[in-house]
């Protein structure tokens, strides 16, 4: 079982940055690919980063790309996600989550294929 949890999120203006973390307890995410979506009430959750086990591969959402970075910290068992330039429609819960990964430079959007999430965090950003 792996645990994580979520934090870093908050109420900001727009143009500024927040940096999410998400702690791992249980296990060591070294043998998972992780990601980051985020969800709005209504609306389906959607993917937004991801990172291979290796951490030599990401892949981002087109809305986030060049604004978002995310990046591991093994030796921590920790994964992050730099947010900056945020935007209004970035307001949304945030949750990270694990994928069991064989592949070491693998990432995935497929939400069903993730099989450990947090909690989330709350993200809102006024304009």
């Known amino acids: 079982q792996v645990q994580l ?29 992780m990601g980051w979506f985020r969800q ?36 921590k068992n920790t994964v992050f996600l730099q947010m900056n330039d945020l935007k209004p429609e970035d307001t949304a819960v945030y949750y990270c989550a694990a994928s069991p990964a064989i592949m070491y430079s693998s990432t995935t959007r497929i939400t069903d294929r993730y099989n450990y999430w947090g909690q989330g965090t709350q993200v809102t950003v006024s304009s």
């Open 40 to 75: 709005d009430p209504g609306k389906e959750r959607e993917f937004v980063a991801a990172i291979s086990r290796s951490g030599g591969n990401t892949d981002y959402a087109d809305s986030v790309k060049g604004r978002f970075t995310i990046s591991r910290d093994t030796a």
């Open 5 to 33: 949890v979520e934090s870093g999120g908050g109420l900001v203006q727009a143009g500024d940055s927040l940096r999410l973390s998400c702690a791992a307890s249980g296990r060591t995410l070294s043998s998972y690919a």
